[in-house]
């Protein structure tokens, strides 16, 4: 039961989020709304003990509050919120939590509050630290970690909260109706992908997706996952286990999990293959034979249509094999 509630509690934080910093509310200019529902899910997410949502949510609440902060209380609830967010395991909202950090302690030391200056050094000073990291990262591998909105928009957001200037919000620029959560990069720009399709209305950056993938495998009591479009691809049963490794393994549990129950035909599962040597229709039975054997479930998949090219292939939707798709994987 306690796992249960966990798992709903997520799910409602996650719609609170989505409603808050969705198209109609940005373009609306309704940071009424938003702030009330970013409040409602910051308190929500305190329940939670995942590595995203309970920090995400009060990094996005105290962007938002940063547009109207005037008096000492305001950046002191500002800092309270970053504070919390900055001990995310995740760097990339470590970071960003960080940034603003910062500025409130300058907003603070430009209203006369005094003693900050050792407390922003040291802020500087982890930035400096995290940066190094994040290009570490950058530098060996496919996952960036991008901001989480345009760069341009986020260096002027960045220099009106350091200073006195009052922030009227350019209407749409910075805003990707496309993407609610995160910036629409083809190279960082990840879908979660489950039973029935797509699991939710967000693009991650591939970080933050690896997380989010954890936990649903983990809430869940998964069979398995695949990860689709970087340096760490492979479809897995657990983590002891060496994982399957080969593209078009992976394109084709893809493919028949995003066909639902209709299934997708087996003349498709041979395009895969495309025009490399041997028979593309022979590999993409072995394939889907492999996959079988990998798992060792005996019906995890099955037919929907008989006879010849009109045969099509679909997943059980008991089977919780769920997935971390890049955008461009996806078509």
């Given at each position: 039961?306690?796992?249960?509630?966990?798992?709903?509690?997520?799910?409602?934080?996650?719609?609170?989020?989505?409603?808050?910093?969705?198209?109609?509310?940005?373009?609306?200019?309704?940071?009424?709304?938003?702030?009330?529902?970013?409040?409602?899910?910051?308190?929500?997410?305190?329940?939670?003990?995942d590595?995203?949502?309970?920090f995400?949510?009060?990094?996005?609440?105290?962007?938002?509050?940063?547009?109207?902060?005037?008096?000492?209380?305001?950046?002191?609830e500002?800092?309270?919120?970053?504070?919390?967010?900055?001990?995310s395991?995740?760097?990339?909202?470590?970071i960003?939590?960080?940034f603003?950090?910062?500025?409130?302690?300058?907003?603070?030391r430009?209203?006369?509050?005094?003693?900050l200056?050792?407390?922003q050094?040291?802020?500087?000073?982890?930035?400096?630290?995290?940066?190094?990291h994040?290009q570490?990262?950058?530098?060996?591998?496919?996952?960036f970690?991008?901001?989480?909105q345009?760069?341009?928009?986020?260096i002027?957001?960045?220099?009106?909260?350091?200073?006195?200037?009052?922030?009227?919000?350019?209407?749409?620029?910075?805003y990707?109706?496309?993407?609610?959560?995160?910036p629409?990069?083809t190279?960082d720009?990840?879908?979660?992908?489950?039973?029935?399709?797509?699991?939710?209305?967000?693009?991650?950056?591939?970080?933050?997706?690896?997380?989010?993938?954890?936990r649903?495998?983990?809430?869940?009591?998964?069979?398995?996952?695949?990860?689709?479009?970087?340096?760490?691809?492979?479809?897995?049963?657990?983590t002891?286990?060496?994982?399957?490794?080969?593209p078009?393994?992976?394109?084709?549990?893809?493919?028949i999990?995003?066909?639902?129950?209709?299934?997708?035909?087996?003349?498709?599962?041979?395009?895969?293959?495309?025009?490399?040597?041997?028979?593309?229709?022979?590999?993409?039975?072995?394939?889907?034979?492999?996959i079988v054997?990998?798992?060792?479930?005996?019906?995890?998949?099955?037919?929907?249509?008989?006879?010849?090219?009109?045969?099509?292939w679909?997943?059980?939707?008991?089977i919780?094999?769920?997935?971390l798709?890049?955008?461009?994987?996806?078509?």
């Amino acid at each position: 039961m306690k796992l249960m509630g966990l798992v709903m509690s997520a799910a409602e934080v996650k719609e609170l989020f989505y409603n808050a910093t969705n198209a109609k509310i940005v373009y609306g200019h309704d940071e009424g709304f938003a702030e009330e529902t970013l409040r409602q899910a910051v308190t929500l997410s305190s329940t939670l003990t995942d590595h995203v949502w309970p920090f995400i949510t009060a990094y996005r609440l105290a962007h938002l509050l940063f547009r109207k902060a005037k008096l000492q209380s305001d950046f002191e609830e500002i800092l309270k919120l970053v504070e919390w967010a900055e001990g995310s395991s995740s760097k990339y909202i470590s970071i960003h939590s960080k940034f603003l950090k910062f500025s409130a302690l300058n907003r603070l030391r430009m209203l006369g509050i005094l003693g900050l200056s050792e407390r922003q050094k040291v802020c500087l000073d982890q930035i400096i630290t995290e940066i190094g990291h994040l290009q570490r990262v950058s530098n060996s591998t496919d996952y960036f970690n991008k901001p989480v909105q345009g760069d341009f928009f986020n260096i002027l957001e960045y220099l009106i909260y350091n200073s006195e200037g009052d922030f009227e919000y350019p209407e749409g620029i910075g805003y990707d109706e496309n993407n609610i959560l995160f910036p629409r990069r083809t190279n960082d720009a990840w879908r979660l992908i489950g039973p029935a399709g797509p699991l939710d209305e967000f693009t991650y950056n591939a970080e933050i997706g690896k997380l989010e993938l954890e936990r649903f495998v983990s809430e869940h009591s998964a069979m398995g996952w695949f990860i689709l479009g970087g340096d760490q691809d492979g479809i897995f049963k657990d983590t002891s286990t060496k994982p399957e490794k080969l593209p078009q393994k992976i394109r084709l549990l893809l493919k028949i999990i995003n066909s639902g129950p209709s299934g997708v035909r087996a003349s498709e599962l041979a395009d895969l293959w495309g025009g490399s040597e041997g028979d593309p229709e022979s590999s993409a039975r072995k394939a889907r034979q492999d996959i079988v054997n990998y798992f060792g479930i005996r019906d995890l998949f099955f037919k929907t249509s008989q006879g010849g090219a009109g045969t099509s292939w679909a997943i059980d939707r008991n089977i919780k094999i769920y997935g971390l798709v890049n955008i461009k994987e996806l078509g």
